[in-house]
């Protein structure tokens, strides 16, 4: 049993206080990747970046913020989740100041690899506190709604603020901004959050090996994949593959023989467990493919400004915001969690399809609006359905381990499909992205976004074959994003 003590918080204006620091800090996190996608063109002509190594600002976040998610909540177990959730905030505001003043690709995208390392720590101890300090005084479910709600906002917020930031003071601001937000409330955590040690008798064992391998085999993969977006088919990028492969088998060779896990195999074997994960990982890999190529497509191919651009997500985020934060939990309330994922899935599949008619002439209202609505929804169903999907397979006590596994499947979903559509862009182009001729590269955008509908497509797949018993949700909560609703409703079929 836990023996970790932690102070109880004794006023409503303490709780508010600890309540408000947790959810703000999850809020940077969460911006992170949407006022990021905003300003990547920009940087890829300030930086002379091409569209393959573009992505690796994106998929150097998702990933170490994947491959350490597990990891670090298995730190602050050990070592205190306060100490972790500090040391996690101001980790991610240094690497964002370094990636302000980058002067280089090779620089930024270093700076977000360690931003991710932060995201990551910050993520899994803020989530894990809420927990610990909300569920003994009956207030969790309460807590993890704002927490729900400020974390669907902040994606929304991103999108704003990024297209304001890059277009009034420039890109570099995207960065900057985060570093006094992350500074203060590490600062006012200091003497809000309650004192906390880590587990005493604890065994002190981390699965150190698995992280690595699983981030390093990952990053390879997506090497390879770019590498074939930039045109280069040499040795050396099918050696790349080979090794992605063989790193990957090693990290299930550890996770086998660990007597720690950061992945429990035999968690994975269960139907509605690994299912309800891959349809996760296949959602994000659709979603994030979407928002890079769409902005991409705005700003180079049809002139938008950054700010311009922003607006013209605005519709989705908005959908992402109501319909994920307030309307899809009574959808599966109602209906249970697999139609809804199931419907979610096709939705997600006929708004990629809507987007390969675009053209260099293509109206925002008639042929851009539409799909990125149809799509939005289906997205936005998506997050909650398989939140819930994920937790129905898991037992009394295993909350914990589920919230974990399917936001780490999504920080993997989201590169690895980004990967995938930047690699079929460099294709269609032999190499030349978004320099090559505009006709070329209107191909090469729709081409992507049929390969991003095969992901949501294969989706559907995997949402129809969940299947199982429901767990009875406990007083730990569901998952990072939504709010466990009542026992009866948390349904499959």
Same mark, same amino acid.
């Given at each position: 049993? $836990? ?24 809020? !940077?996190?969460?911006?992170? =990747? ?8 920009? /940087? ?35 070592? #205190? ?6 040391? #996690?905030? *101001? ?5 964002? *100041? ?58 929304? &917020? ?16 995207? =960065? =900057? ?20 040690? %880590? ?12 992280? /690595? ?5 990952? @990053? ?40 720690? $896990?950061? @992945? ?25 493919? @979407?928002?890079?190529?769409?902005? +991409? ?54 708004? @990629? ?13 008639? !042929? ?20 819930? &999907?994920?937790?129905?397979? &898991? ?16 920080? !993997? ?5 980004? +990967? ?16 090559? $001729?505009? %006709? ?9 976004? *049929? ?18 018993? $429901? ?23």
């Amino acid at each position: 049993m $836990p023996s970790e003590k932690t102070e109880k918080p004794s006023t409503p204006q303490r709780l508010g206080l600890i309540l408000g620091l947790l959810v703000m800090a999850q809020f !940077v996190v969460v911006v992170d =990747f949407s006022i990021v996608q905003i300003a990547l063109p920009t /940087i890829r002509s300030d930086l002379g970046m091409s569209l393959a190594d573009l992505q690796w600002i994106v998929s150097a976040y998702g990933l170490t913020f994947a491959g350490f998610l597990l990891l670090s909540g298995r730190l602050s177990d050990i070592y #205190g989740r306060k100490r972790l959730f500090m040391i #996690g905030l *101001l980790v991610f505001s240094l690497s964002s *100041l370094a990636g302000g003043l980058a002067t280089s690709e090779a620089v930024l995208i270093a700076a977000r690899v360690v931003q991710g390392i932060g995201a990551a720590m910050a993520s899994a101890t803020g989530l894990a506190l809420i927990i610990r300090i909300f569920a003994p005084l009956g207030r969790l479910n309460q807590a993890l709604g704002v927490f729900t709600a400020v974390s669907s906002a902040g994606f929304s &917020a991103g999108v704003i603020l990024g297209g304001v930031l890059t277009e009034d003071l420039g890109w570099r601001w995207i =960065f =900057f901004v985060n570093v006094p937000i992350g500074i203060v409330v590490a600062a006012l955590a200091i003497k809000s959050l309650p004192d906390s040690a %880590g587990e005493k008798g604890a065994r002190r064992s981390l699965d150190l090996p698995g992280a /690595i391998t699983v981030t390093a085999g990952l @990053m390879l993969l997506v090497y390879a994949l770019s590498e074939i977006g930039n045109g280069d088919s040499s040795y050396v990028t099918y050696l790349a593959f080979i090794l992605a492969g063989v790193t990957l088998a090693s990290f299930i060779a550890i996770e086998h023989r660990s007597a720690e $896990p950061l @992945m429990p195999l035999g968690f994975l074997r269960r139907r509605t467990i690994f299912f309800a994960n891959a349809t996760a990982l296949l959602t994000f890999a659709t979603n994030v493919s @979407m928002v890079f190529l769409l902005t +991409a497509y705005l700003q180079v191919m049809q002139s938008y400004s950054a700010l311009s651009a922003a607006g013209a997500l605005i519709p989705g985020a908005l959908v992402f915001f109501f319909l994920g934060g307030f309307g899809a939990p009574r959808l599966v309330k109602r209906l249970g969690a697999k139609p809804v994922l199931v419907g979610a899935m096709v939705a997600l599949s006929a708004g @990629m399809l809507l987007f390969t008619r675009i053209s260099l002439s293509s109206s925002y209202v008639t !042929v851009i609006l539409p799909a990125l609505l149809v799509a939005s929804v289906g997205g936005a169903l998506a997050l909650t359905a398989s939140n819930i &999907a994920a937790l129905s397979g &898991a037992n009394r006590g295993e909350e914990g381990i589920a919230s974990g596994l399917i936001n780490t499947s999504r920080q !993997v979903g989201g590169p690895v499909g980004l +990967a995938v559509a930047v690699g079929v862009v460099g294709l269609a182009t032999h190499g030349l992205g978004v320099s090559a $001729p505009s %006709g070329e590269v209107i191909t090469a955008f729709r081409y992507a976004f *049929l390969a991003a509908a095969s992901f949501a497509a294969l989706a559907v797949v995997t949402s129809l074959l969940l299947k199982g018993k $429901p767990a009875q949700p406990s007083s730990a909560g569901p998952s990072v994003q939504v709010a466990p609703p009542p026992a009866e409703f948390v349904r499959i079929e």
